[in-house]
């Protein structure tokens, strides 16, 4: 018996469901166009075999471990490596068993329904995860892992992504980039510039890997303008490799254009370490507006997603490290905080840049009257704790009124759980398609022209917006 | 074939809409009360035709241009007209044929129902707009434009308004209302008391503006007692002409209520152009609690509006001026902001003091529980980029539980595209008899007291917050 | 006739309702645990018959007076005492007919539906309140109160109330919760810790509560560590009347962790009236973490009920006293305030603290997120003005897909209106089979799941999170 339901996600009414289900006949199959995310490169490079469930499904999904441990267990019964490399679970099949044993929490959640996707989509299990039914579920997914079937890149061709982008920092080598083109394999897997660790004057080691670029670059990065030579030199190279895009994932939205001397003094500061907190923010704001004028010449769309307060926990950090599912939401101003860089560069048309957020206020509020006016500015699918059935409708509802569709850019799957991403790509298709449905059937859209939306928001628009 | 939907905005399952569409055809042709809104009364003064069709519906309606310029459409292209007058598109036609090639970017926008609506119910058009038929359609609203039956008080008969009020500076000597009362046209505009240019220090020729006042008065306006007696004078001119309500669009919706030698003071630092921002702020705030202090003499009832970050691109205001569709909404305090003025009229029975916002997070939150306490305090429908369905259902949903519906006032078109009013009440009627039936189908309401209801909201409560 | 519709609350799709109320059938007559609220243990001491059905109805009842009074009718009028003893309305037939008269105000609102389900489920009134229903209705009501089934311990147990909890202050004697003790009367009255008039240095009598804690519990609580030891004395007391909760109502959630000689020092300035603002703040942030790691040792659950912005009208409080509807819930933020506490004690699995909210936009944003990673974390239901089918349908929405069913406690009635509380449950009953229904029937939920989830929202998680 099938674990999901072949109508889920679609409006309760069976007039309006049938019509959802229509429009999303007509574009659940088409490939997939996945602009922005977190899978490793080195997983297509080497192509080697994933190695047990657990590793595979819970371990690095920091949606899975967060609500397990919110509940009590702890992290090193998840496998969850420590910063002291003291004692954690080695087992897979224990972590899955306790897994398995507590699947009743994500009722209601997203993760429920991307878990369950992955088992009968991916793997082709038939019953409901459970204690009962642990066991025999580790064995067979197990057993497939072994199988050629099952490596990344027969998965890739087999989940129809026509293009996938990983994100490195503005440091790495790409080594894994190179590997893949250099293996004649035709998956398009391009990488993405995110340059945190060389902006952020708060970031680990930020002189040191200013340093770095700078030598990777060729460039003397230590001064203002080799720094930004090296940013353009870093650009082109991550460019080679098929980036399209660059990513910034700042505390707040905050932009600044300050003088030339101005810029140059704050970088000096934050070279030495010598920034206040309010220094180092400006130092980030201003480095939004340099990135953004930088896109204007290679043409990278510029990505912001502002907004999270990172690693809340100051034992769970210390223990384990970052990203451990203690980052936490914060309220987050746009209008004021985006001015500087949209009196720059906001009424240019050869700009793209794609807004995040994680707090929802800000769609109808802001977000949405700023999209649907400035000509360089589109809205991201919702984020991360929003990108779920119920997440996604209130962006439709509160966002489209104000920006329209045409100022969105597709879905994004953001994820680094590989097996996730035709479940998420599916609840996108599907929420879309039933947002479609009430519109046609309360007479705000016709149907001809939903049928047209609904295959821009699935693959046209993420195309052409990241220029896949 | 018709563009609209007979069925729009009703609930989709066939019971509920049922009911929503008994309770509409009881209301929906009631006449317009339009308590708020921004139309021309040159338009009824000199009752000439309008100019064509891209004048009539493209180039004033700023939700249109701003989200046609969001895609990269040149505001120039649009006959938008520049600061230095420099060179702008001209011809209606072209205009048109742009805003219909670019008519897909509406989709699932409140201006397509309303640009919709006027086609269908105005006009007769009953092919969707695009580039095919951009020309046609073209045609067919020119040539109606030049007949009688399109002049703009033939219109204002046809859309079947009781009352409408436009809204003038405290400045404006009232000339087109003079030139509607003396023509013996029997259609009933009022003016509205809007006296941002002589309150807000921040305001263009702030000085200029009270020393104006004052002449037309005549009152010393440059003394503080005389600025009062102006004010009081003009609102009582303000009244000779219909006048029952003032509109405050301040930044925030900060009060004050200051003794009178520190109002007296920053009068004098703002009329020397002297005051700080943060004095700017509190004497605008004080000035709120004195408009209220003066409504509670002579009865006018009060608007407060705030929240609006105007003119947030600095280039588009360098060349296009204000009003370009570059306000953009922020987040806005109401419980701490409005505690002086409450503290000084709230208890009044004999006030009525609408409120508006941008801001959706404080319906719930802030606006419904202070409204469904403070005597004096009423809510304003839904604002400007929430005018819309899902704003208005937003609106029901989380103001009624706490406020009810007896705290609001029906609704505002708050329009400048004249042929749009009917739509917009339309909609209004429309969502909230799909509010109302859903409430009855889920038990909340008896169908007697929805179809009561129903009548309130679109007719009776406008008609007495307003006194029209 | 009857008042209610018996299909109130469910989804209006006639297959999604026929789910909602098979699962509502299976939970309706579940006992009622009340883990929170503030009905008067006096009433289950004495069990003296209630007075008068506006004395049970309607001057106790802030949602109801306080409507009442937005739309101009005074508070005296209504029965509300003055602080000055001033002359207001004694006849409860009077007050009875001003509400029955005006009862279309509450139209939309969850009041209408507690007052009409009290009417028709405890009192069997089956026509609808209105001014000509008025006196036979307040005859009726008015003849069965005097009767022996309708005193507060056979309400209570015909409510079929399994445990309730009372609020007291620290400084309270008990006396009523020790009278129903000794009277052998088997029903389940617990108190909870409300320690605000001992914590908070600007609650009135600060310094005169704290050395009654002292003087009561036999420490000297004028010196820090007496202080606390006069806190675990009491903490002790009260659990000796079945507490097994403390409760803390807060202006913010701020918390601190600090330094014993600087706490002990913001205690001294407490103790003398010479904290700033900010200072007696930080004191009572500071208290919350004393009470959580108190919690950890005497295992009473912790509620944090932030937001509130009290006696919002100077005149009112001045003229009526606190609680008079004017209090207003403002924006409120967690995750920097609450960070201090969760670092001391937020992994800690031995404690519950449940968090409350009068800001929506925390939910999806703050809560969840929150409370889907600490273990010590648990979401209260939806409070106060959000206690209601919108409230609860949005707490549902915007918090289940990241915090799960798991991580929220069941419902609070959270009342003083003795005869709302099964309307109140019934309300939460319906709302959340509503819910899960529409989860089962788009696909998100199995219906062996839904029903399991519904007993453990509408009884299981009250009774464990609260150890009833």
């Known amino acids: 018996m099938p674990i999901l339901d072949e109508n889920r996600l679609f409006p309760t009414d069976p007039t309006v469901r049938a019509l959802a289900r229509d429009l999303y006949e007509a574009v659940k199959d088409l490939p997939i166009i996945s602009p922005h995310g977190h899978t490793d490169p080195r997983w297509f490079a080497e192509n080697a075999a994933f190695p047990d469930p657990a590793q595979l499904l819970v371990t690095p999904d920091h949606y899975v471990f967060r609500m397990l441990h919110s509940q009590g267990v702890a992290l090193e019964d998840l496998g969850v490596p420590r910063v002291d490399g003291g004692v954690i679970e080695q087992d897979g099949r224990r972590i899955w068993r306790l897994f398995a044993a507590n699947y009743h929490l994500f009722r209601g959640t997203p993760s429920r329904i991307w878990v369950d996707h992955a088992l009968q989509e991916v793997f082709?299990?038939?019953?409901?995860?459970?204690?009962?039914?642990?066991?025999?579920?580790?064995?067979?997914?197990?057993?497939?892992?072994?199988?050629?079937?099952?490596?990344?890149?027969?998965?890739?061709?087999?989940?129809?992504?026509?293009?996938?982008?990983?994100?490195?920092?503005?440091?790495?080598?790409?080594?894994?980039?190179?590997?893949?083109?250099?293996?004649?394999?035709?998956?398009?897997?391009?990488?993405?510039?995110?340059?945190?660790?060389?902006?952020?004057?708060?970031?680990?080691?930020?002189?040191?890997?200013?340093?770095?670029?700078?030598?990777?670059?060729?460039?003397?990065?230590?001064?203002?303008?080799?720094?930004?030579?090296?940013?353009?030199?870093?650009?082109?190279?991550?460019?080679?490799?098929?980036?399209?895009?660059?990513?910034?994932?700042?505390?707040?939205?905050?932009?600044?254009?300050?003088?030339?001397?101005?810029?140059?003094?704050?970088?000096?500061?934050?070279?030495?370490?010598?920034?206040?907190?309010?220094?180092?923010?400006?130092?980030?704001?201003?480095?939004?507006?340099?990135?953004?004028?930088?896109?204007?010449?290679?043409?990278l769309v510029m990505q912001i997603h502002p907004g999270a307060v990172r690693n809340h926990s100051t034992g769970v950090l210390a223990k384990f490290g970052r990203d451990k599912g203690y980052d936490i939401p914060s309220r987050t101003d746009y209008v004021t905080a985006l001015r500087p860089l949209l009196d720059a560069v906001g009424a240019e048309v050869g700009l793209t840049l794609i807004l995040f957020t994680l707090d929802e206020t800000s769609y109808a509020r802001e977000l949405a009257p700023m999209a649907g006016v400035y000509p360089a500015l589109r809205l991201g699918p919702p984020w991360w704790f929003h990108d779920s059935y119920e997440g996604m409708m209130r962006f439709r509802e509160m966002a489209t009124e104000t920006a329209g569709f045409y100022n969105t850019v597709g879905f994004n799957d953001d994820t680094r759980a590989f097996c996730s991403i035709p479940a998420r790509h599916d609840v996108a298709r599907r929420v879309d398609c039933s947002f479609l449905a009430t519109l046609v059937e309360t007479g705000r859209l016709d149907r001809d022209e939903a049928q047209e939306v609904a295959h821009d928001l699935t693959y046209r628009l993420a195309k052409q917006a990241y220029k896949l």
């Open 124 to 299: 082709g299990v038939d019953e409901r995860l459970s204690a009962a039914s642990a066991d025999a579920i580790y064995d067979h997914i197990d057993a497939s892992l072994k199988t050629d079937a099952f490596r990344p890149r027969a998965l890739f061709e087999r989940f129809n992504i026509e293009a996938i982008s990983t994100t490195e920092s503005a440091i790495d080598d790409l080594t894994w980039h190179k590997m893949i083109r250099d293996s004649g394999w035709n998956g398009k897997v391009v990488t993405a510039y995110r340059p945190d660790a060389v902006i952020d004057p708060d970031f680990d080691g930020f002189a040191d890997n200013v340093a770095k670029m700078g030598e990777i670059a060729g460039e003397d990065a230590t001064i203002w303008d080799g720094y930004l030579a090296a940013h353009r030199n870093r650009r082109s190279f991550f460019k080679s490799f098929g980036a399209t895009s660059s990513d910034h994932g700042h505390p707040t939205a905050r932009t600044e254009d300050l003088p030339k001397a101005e810029a140059a003094g704050l970088f000096d500061k934050a070279l030495q370490g010598k920034c206040t907190p309010e220094e180092a923010d400006r130092f980030r704001g201003h480095m939004l507006t340099e990135m953004a004028r930088m896109s204007l010449d290679d043409g």
